[in-house]
């Protein structure tokens, strides 16, 4: 079955950097559609960075333009996440999905069917 396993969550001070993995198995990786979410303490889950891995087309949600940059190593099954000048509003558990079809809009979280057991990312100002 299809498992997807993060890494590279921690605690860093504001205008630090992290980046995240997630390598995926039990399933093809080509041409699907990957991203990541986050999901603060009383908050929704949202998306932050999509990724369709045939094409290498990308989505960042505007809190993330310009700090965040998601990539893929296909021969790996990975994905990346580089999170550069973290903010304390960055903290919160981050997940990577999979939306095989890529079906529905990408935004949604609802419309992901795979997900990882999430990564804790902690920014301390």
């Known amino acids: 079955q299809v498992q997807l396993v993060e890494s590279g969550g921690g605690s860093v001070q504001a205008g630090g950097s992290l980046r995240l993995s997630c390598t995926g198995s039990?399933?093809?990786?080509?041409?699907?559609?990957l991203g990541w979410f986050r999901q603060a303490p009383g908050k929704e889950r949202e998306g932050v960075a999509t990724i369709y891995t045939g094409s290498g087309s990308t989505y960042y949600a505007d809190s993330v333009k310009g700090r965040f940059t998601i990539s893929q190593n296909n021969a790996q099954n990975t994905l990346y996440l580089q999170m550069n000048s973290l903010k304390p509003e960055d903290t919160a558990m981050y997940y990577c999905?999979?939306?095989?079809?890529?079906?529905?809009?990408?935004?949604?979280?609802?419309?992901?069917?795979?997900w990882g057991q999430g990564t804790q990312v902690t920014v301390s100002s």
């Open positions: 999905a999979a939306n095989f079809r890529c079906l529905g809009r990408l935004t949604q979280a609802r419309n992901f069917d795979f």
């Open positions: 039990g399933g093809t990786y080509s041409r699907r559609c």
